[in-house]
T-cell receptor, first 112, second 111 residues
Framework: DAGVIQSPRHEVTEMGQEVTLRCKPISGHNSLFWYRQTMMRGLELLIY????????DSGMPEDRFSAKMPNASFSTLKIQPSEPRDSAVYFC??????????FGPGTRLTVL | GIQVEQSPPDLILQEGANSTLRCNFSDSVNNLQWFHQNPWGQLINLFY?????KQNGRLSATTVATERYSLLYISSSQTTDSGVYFC?????????????WGLGTSLAVNP
């Protein structure tokens, strides 16, 4: 089993640029989660999907953030325009409904 | 909302020592997980344990759902056990899938 796959692993960009983070969940998992982790705020849930449908996006910080899940095997988190305060590690996780969540390796984003 | 409290916040051990980490939660839950975040940032699922006891090698966990706490036991600790241990729960409410996280216990195991 390949586990949750995220790309890129590291991203350095300049303020104002668009950033797209990608996630492939574990095959057969129905739920997908996007988290952000910073020293100041710890782990925050941004949004999660059940069966490709967004269920709770209350953690999305503002309109600059958007997430999509066009099919069961792919999701994107987009930041446009990016700001230095968006610098963080972004994790994707997946699970079967109600079961254990498995995390990807994360994308370390630095916005200069 | 549900509160998740972990203790101790920090722990330093000598290699070979045993330890117990605690997680208290303020409401009934239908999902409780323990995670280890290693020094490289990887979040690794240790246990899915909404109730009962499980063991995996030197690690074991017990959740007493009626008393709203869970314990993670680490025996014969090794330097590779260093990192942050998180407890996370899902409140027992319908189709809710949102994990609520504790602040973690930061463990350092010295050789």
């Amino acid at each position: 089993d390949a586990g949750v796959i995220q790309s890129p692993r590291h991203e350095v960009t300049e303020m104002g640029q668009e950033v797209t983070l990608r996630c492939k969940p574990i095959s057969g998992h129905n739920s997908l989660f996007w988290y952000r982790q910073t020293m100041m705020r710890g782990l925050e849930l941004l949004i999660y999907f059940n069966n490709n449908v967004p269920i709770d996006d209350s953690g999305m910080p503002e309109d600059r953030f958007s997430a999509k899940m066009p099919n069961a095997s792919f999701s994107t988190l987009k930041i446009q325009p990016s700001e230095p305060r968006d610098s963080a590690v972004y994790f994707c996780a997946s699970s079967r409904l109600g079961d254990t969540q498995y995390f990807g390796p994360g994308t370390r984003l630095t916005v200069l | 909302g549900i509160q998740v409290e972990q203790s101790p916040p920090d722990l330093i051990l000598q290699e070979g020592a045993n330890s117990t980490l605690r997680c208290n939660f303020s409401d009934s839950v239908n999902n409780l997980q323990w995670f280890h975040q290693n020094p490289w940032g990887q979040l690794i699922n240790l246990f899915y344990i909404p109730s009962g006891t499980k063991q995996n090698g030197r690690l074991s966990a017990t959740t007493v759902a009626t008393e709203r706490y869970s314990l993670l036991y680490i025996s014969s600790s090794q330097t590779t056990d260093s990192g942050v241990y998180f407890c996370a729960v899902i409140r027992n409410a319908g189709n809710n899938r949102k994990l609520i996280w504790g602040l973690g216990t930061s463990l350092a195991v010295n050789p």
